[in-house]
């Protein structure tokens, strides 16, 4: 299956008109994480580039002021929407995909609390309705920036980057995530909200064994996907 989507235009008129959504101050969130940076940290991209898809993620990095790229943090507001947008995300559209168990040894979770209001575009259709691509009549839609391979992740990120620009009330995105439509996932700006917005308690906690793990079986259960020793 191959996915046409076009480069978010450099010239477009950056005044939009769109619908933004809230996230109240003291609302729960889950961050899966690796153990080089504390939880509630952004990715700085440093050295990244927008152009190669091994690089980075579905919307990072990209380039921003006064930084080279714009940092950025991952989240979501359920343990299951955060582990199918991170531990999973790469995880193929096919039946019951298999999903090795020693890559978890890298990954733990914490939880995360807003210490603000934050504003975040939900990237769903009818909220990407008012946002035009020159040169077609349809408007921006979500099939192409949640449901496209990684081989597309420069297009979603140079989106991601004009949505950036052309909102400078964004604190960042909110989605579906790709292999479940259950919860929100979410991406912050690091220019934007990564001072006094987030804080994470102190604990993280493994998947790879006990309870964290148990955890995460479910979550792959009800995305039918088997965790596997080899």
């Known amino acids: 299956m191959s996915f046409n989507c076009p480069q978010a235009p450099a010239d477009a008129d950056p005044r939009l008109t769109v619908q933004t959504k809230k996230i109240e101050v003291g609302a729960q969130l889950v961050r899966f994480h690796g153990t080089a940076y504390p939880a509630d940290s952004f990715n700085p991209n440093t050295g990244k580039r927008i152009d190669l898809p091994e690089h980075g993620s579905r919307f990072n990095p990209f380039p921003g002021y006064p930084s080279s790229n714009v940092p950025t943090l991952y ?8 582990a199918l947008e991170s ?13 090795i168990r020693s890559q978890l040894t890298d990954w733990r979770y914490s939880h995360l609390e807003t210490l603000r209001e934050l504003t ?7 909220h990407l309705r008012q ?3 020159p040169g077609r009549s349809i408007s921006l839609t ?16 140079t989106w991601g980057r004009f ?5 400078p009330m964004l604190d960042g995105l909110a989605w ?11 991406m912050f700006f690091g220019d934007r909200c990564g001072t006094g917005a987030l804080r994470a308690e102190p604990i993280a906690i493994e998947v790879n064994s006990g309870s964290g793990f148990l955890e995460l079986e479910q979550v792959a259960k009800l995305a039918s996907i088997r965790i596997i020793d080899h």
């Open 75 to 82: 989240a979501a507001d359920t343990l299951q929407a955060a």
């Open 87 to 99: 531990v999973f995300h790469a995880v193929q559209h096919e039946p019951s995909p298999a999903y």
């Open 120 to 126: 975040v575009l939900d990237l769903t259709n009818p």
């Open 131 to 133: 946002i035009p691509v």
């Open 142 to 157: 979500e099939s192409e920036l949640i449901h496209t391979p990684a081989s597309e992740y420069p297009n979603t990120r």
């Open 163 to 167: 949505l950036h620009e052309s909102l």
């Open 176 to 186: 579906r995530p790709r292999l479940g439509g259950i919860g929100w996932a979410y």
